[in-house]
Protein backbone atom coordinates (compact mmCIF):
# COMPACT_ATOMS: atom_id res chain seq x y z
CA UNK A 1 0.00 0.00 0.00
CA UNK A 2 1.01 3.70 -0.30
CA UNK A 3 3.16 5.19 2.35
CA UNK A 4 4.16 8.50 3.61
CA UNK A 5 6.47 9.31 5.79
CA UNK A 6 7.37 12.80 7.80
CA UNK A 7 11.29 13.22 8.88
CA UNK A 8 11.68 14.28 11.63
CA UNK A 9 8.97 12.85 13.85
CA UNK A 10 9.58 15.09 16.70
CA UNK A 11 11.73 18.63 16.89
CA UNK A 12 12.83 20.89 20.01
CA UNK A 13 13.85 24.55 18.58
CA UNK A 14 14.92 27.36 20.60
CA UNK A 15 12.24 30.55 19.46
CA UNK A 16 13.10 31.97 16.86
CA UNK A 17 14.74 29.28 14.81
CA UNK A 18 13.45 28.24 11.34
CA UNK A 19 13.16 24.16 11.43
CA UNK A 20 11.87 22.40 7.97
CA UNK A 21 9.39 19.43 8.27
CA UNK A 22 10.10 17.00 4.96
CA UNK A 23 6.83 15.18 3.67
CA UNK A 24 7.71 12.21 1.24
CA UNK A 25 5.63 9.71 -0.66
CA UNK A 26 7.25 6.74 -0.70
CA UNK A 27 5.95 3.84 -3.24
CA UNK A 28 3.54 6.37 -5.25
CA UNK A 29 3.94 9.49 -6.88
CA UNK A 30 1.90 12.40 -5.78
CA UNK A 31 0.95 15.96 -7.27
CA UNK A 32 -1.01 17.12 -4.37
CA UNK A 33 0.41 17.14 -1.05
CA UNK A 34 -1.78 18.50 1.91
CA UNK A 35 0.00 19.88 4.87
CA UNK A 36 -2.30 19.80 8.35
CA UNK A 37 -2.41 21.02 12.19
CA UNK A 38 -3.43 18.82 14.76
CA UNK A 39 -5.24 21.33 17.25
CA UNK A 40 -6.29 19.90 21.03
CA UNK A 41 -9.67 17.20 20.78
CA UNK A 42 -7.53 15.16 17.86
CA UNK A 43 -9.46 16.96 14.87
CA UNK A 44 -6.79 18.47 11.95
CA UNK A 45 -6.75 21.88 10.66
CA UNK A 46 -5.84 22.21 6.55
CA UNK A 47 -3.33 24.27 6.69
CA UNK A 48 -2.18 24.47 3.02
CA UNK A 49 -2.61 22.21 -0.49
CA UNK A 50 0.67 21.78 -1.63
CA UNK A 51 1.07 21.20 -6.00
CA UNK A 52 3.89 19.83 -7.86
CA UNK A 53 5.72 22.42 -9.40
CA UNK A 54 3.47 25.55 -7.83
CA UNK A 55 2.60 27.41 -5.37
CA UNK A 56 0.92 26.52 -2.19
CA UNK A 57 -2.91 27.12 -1.59
CA UNK A 58 -2.70 28.48 1.52
CA UNK A 59 -6.30 28.18 3.90
CA UNK A 60 -7.61 31.20 5.06
CA UNK A 61 -5.96 32.38 8.40
CA UNK A 62 -2.64 30.82 7.89
CA UNK A 63 0.02 32.51 7.39
CA UNK A 64 1.76 31.98 4.47
CA UNK A 65 5.29 33.69 4.81
CA UNK A 66 5.15 31.79 8.41
CA UNK A 67 4.93 28.33 7.01
CA UNK A 68 6.49 28.04 3.75
CA UNK A 69 5.48 25.01 1.87
CA UNK A 70 7.69 23.54 -1.23
CA UNK A 71 6.63 20.70 -2.98
CA UNK A 72 9.97 20.46 -5.57
CA UNK A 73 8.89 16.88 -6.61
CA UNK A 74 6.46 14.20 -7.11
CA UNK A 75 7.83 12.63 -4.14
CA UNK A 76 8.47 15.42 -1.76
CA UNK A 77 6.70 18.19 -0.18
CA UNK A 78 8.46 20.54 2.84
CA UNK A 79 6.94 22.82 5.67
CA UNK A 80 9.15 25.35 7.12
CA UNK A 81 8.02 26.68 10.09
CA UNK A 82 10.06 30.46 10.20
CA UNK A 83 10.81 32.81 13.26
CA UNK A 84 9.14 29.29 14.97
CA UNK A 85 7.77 30.83 18.84
CA UNK A 86 5.84 28.68 20.99
CA UNK A 87 2.70 29.13 20.21
CA UNK A 88 3.44 26.92 16.94
CA UNK A 89 4.46 23.99 19.07
CA UNK A 90 1.88 21.40 17.91
CA UNK A 91 1.63 18.16 15.43
CA UNK A 92 1.94 19.00 12.13
CA UNK A 93 0.87 15.94 9.67
CA UNK A 94 1.16 15.58 5.90
CA UNK A 95 -0.97 13.70 3.58
CA UNK A 96 -0.35 12.78 0.00
CA UNK A 97 -3.86 12.39 -2.64
CA UNK A 98 -3.24 9.25 -5.20
CA UNK A 99 -6.38 9.61 -7.10
CA UNK A 100 -9.80 11.60 -6.49
CA UNK A 101 -10.20 12.04 -2.30
CA UNK A 102 -8.23 9.10 -1.56
CA UNK A 103 -5.30 10.47 1.03
CA UNK A 104 -2.32 8.39 2.79
CA UNK A 105 -1.48 9.78 6.02
CA UNK A 106 2.13 10.47 7.23
CA UNK A 107 3.09 9.77 10.90
CA UNK A 108 3.33 13.40 11.77
CA UNK A 109 5.53 15.45 13.42
CA UNK A 110 5.43 17.05 16.98
CA UNK A 111 7.45 20.88 16.97
CA UNK A 112 8.27 22.00 20.64
CA UNK A 113 9.25 25.66 20.53
CA UNK A 114 11.30 26.75 23.71
CA UNK B 1 4.50 -2.12 6.03
CA UNK B 2 1.19 -1.31 6.45
CA UNK B 3 0.47 -1.41 10.31
CA UNK B 4 -2.65 -0.24 10.62
CA UNK B 5 -5.23 -2.19 7.96
CA UNK B 6 -9.02 -1.22 6.65
CA UNK B 7 -9.24 -3.55 3.93
CA UNK B 8 -12.46 -2.27 3.07
CA UNK B 9 -12.15 0.81 0.46
CA UNK B 10 -16.03 1.16 0.36
CA UNK B 11 -18.74 0.47 2.27
CA UNK B 12 -22.36 0.52 1.06
CA UNK B 13 -25.12 0.96 4.03
CA UNK B 14 -29.15 1.61 4.07
CA UNK B 15 -30.09 4.65 5.97
CA UNK B 16 -31.15 3.61 9.21
CA UNK B 17 -28.94 0.45 9.47
CA UNK B 18 -25.93 -0.31 11.31
CA UNK B 19 -22.92 0.65 9.47
CA UNK B 20 -19.49 -1.22 10.94
CA UNK B 21 -16.24 0.03 9.69
CA UNK B 22 -13.27 -2.03 10.70
CA UNK B 23 -9.69 -1.72 11.02
CA UNK B 24 -6.49 -4.05 11.91
CA UNK B 25 -3.01 -3.80 13.13
CA UNK B 26 0.04 -5.38 13.37
CA UNK B 27 2.12 -3.30 16.18
CA UNK B 28 1.05 -4.86 19.43
CA UNK B 29 2.98 -1.74 21.15
CA UNK B 30 0.30 0.45 20.15
CA UNK B 31 -2.43 1.75 23.17
CA UNK B 32 -4.05 4.17 21.75
CA UNK B 33 -6.51 4.26 18.81
CA UNK B 34 -8.62 6.61 17.12
CA UNK B 35 -11.61 6.94 14.20
CA UNK B 36 -11.50 10.18 12.22
CA UNK B 37 -13.92 10.93 9.65
CA UNK B 38 -13.40 13.09 6.75
CA UNK B 39 -15.79 14.90 3.63
CA UNK B 40 -14.07 15.99 0.48
CA UNK B 41 -12.37 19.40 0.56
CA UNK B 42 -12.16 19.65 4.35
CA UNK B 43 -9.62 17.82 6.45
CA UNK B 44 -10.56 14.77 9.00
CA UNK B 45 -12.47 15.72 12.49
CA UNK B 46 -12.15 13.13 15.19
CA UNK B 47 -14.92 11.35 16.20
CA UNK B 48 -13.94 8.78 18.61
CA UNK B 49 -11.29 7.21 20.90
CA UNK B 50 -10.46 4.48 22.48
CA UNK B 51 -7.37 3.04 25.06
CA UNK B 52 -6.41 -0.27 25.16
CA UNK B 53 -7.09 -0.65 28.55
CA UNK B 54 -10.43 -0.45 27.43
CA UNK B 55 -12.80 -2.83 24.99
CA UNK B 56 -15.64 -0.49 24.45
CA UNK B 57 -16.13 3.19 23.98
CA UNK B 58 -19.46 4.79 23.05
CA UNK B 59 -20.43 8.25 21.96
CA UNK B 60 -24.25 9.05 20.87
CA UNK B 61 -24.56 6.96 17.49
CA UNK B 62 -20.63 6.39 17.57
CA UNK B 63 -19.68 3.00 19.04
CA UNK B 64 -15.74 1.84 18.87
CA UNK B 65 -14.79 -1.92 19.96
CA UNK B 66 -11.26 -3.05 21.00
CA UNK B 67 -10.27 -6.51 19.98
CA UNK B 68 -6.63 -6.62 21.56
CA UNK B 69 -5.97 -10.51 21.23
CA UNK B 70 -7.14 -10.22 17.40
CA UNK B 71 -5.41 -6.64 17.11
CA UNK B 72 -9.17 -5.43 15.62
CA UNK B 73 -11.02 -2.60 16.28
CA UNK B 74 -14.28 -1.88 14.56
CA UNK B 75 -16.58 1.79 14.41
CA UNK B 76 -20.54 1.16 14.67
CA UNK B 77 -22.45 3.84 13.19
CA UNK B 78 -26.07 3.42 14.40
CA UNK B 79 -28.62 4.07 12.74
CA UNK B 80 -26.68 5.55 10.05
CA UNK B 81 -27.71 8.70 8.22
CA UNK B 82 -26.85 10.74 5.08
CA UNK B 83 -24.35 13.01 6.31
CA UNK B 84 -22.92 10.41 7.79
CA UNK B 85 -21.45 9.36 3.93
CA UNK B 86 -17.89 10.13 4.08
CA UNK B 87 -14.38 8.20 4.25
CA UNK B 88 -13.23 7.05 7.84
CA UNK B 89 -9.68 7.13 8.81
CA UNK B 90 -8.59 4.81 11.64
CA UNK B 91 -5.78 5.59 13.48
CA UNK B 92 -3.20 4.48 16.35
CA UNK B 93 -0.41 5.28 18.24
CA UNK B 94 2.13 3.74 20.82
CA UNK B 95 3.18 4.61 23.98
CA UNK B 96 5.79 7.41 24.19
CA UNK B 97 5.48 7.96 20.22
CA UNK B 98 4.10 11.02 19.47
CA UNK B 99 3.31 9.78 15.79
CA UNK B 100 -0.03 8.51 14.32
CA UNK B 101 -0.32 5.28 11.84
CA UNK B 102 -3.29 6.06 9.73
CA UNK B 103 -5.22 3.01 7.71
CA UNK B 104 -5.79 3.96 4.18
CA UNK B 105 -9.79 5.16 4.44
CA UNK B 106 -12.63 3.34 4.20
CA UNK B 107 -15.63 5.32 2.11
CA UNK B 108 -19.21 4.80 3.57
CA UNK B 109 -21.97 5.86 1.31
CA UNK B 110 -25.41 5.41 3.02
CA UNK B 111 -28.16 4.89 0.39
CA UNK B 112 -31.30 6.31 1.01
Known amino acids: GAVVSQHPSWVICKSGTSVKIECRSLDFQATTMFWYRQFPKQSLMLMAT?????????EQGVEKDKFLINHASLTLSTLTVTSAHPEDSSFYICSARVAGDEQFFGPGTRLTVL | DQQVKQNSPSLSVQEGRISILNCDYT??????FLWYKKYPAEGPTFLISISSIKDKNEDGRFTVFLNKSAKHLSLHIVPSQPGDSAVYFC???????????WGAGTKLIIKP
Open chain 2, 91 to 101: AASAPSNYQLI
Open chain 2, 27 to 32: NSMFDY
Open chain 1, 50 to 58: SNEGSKATY
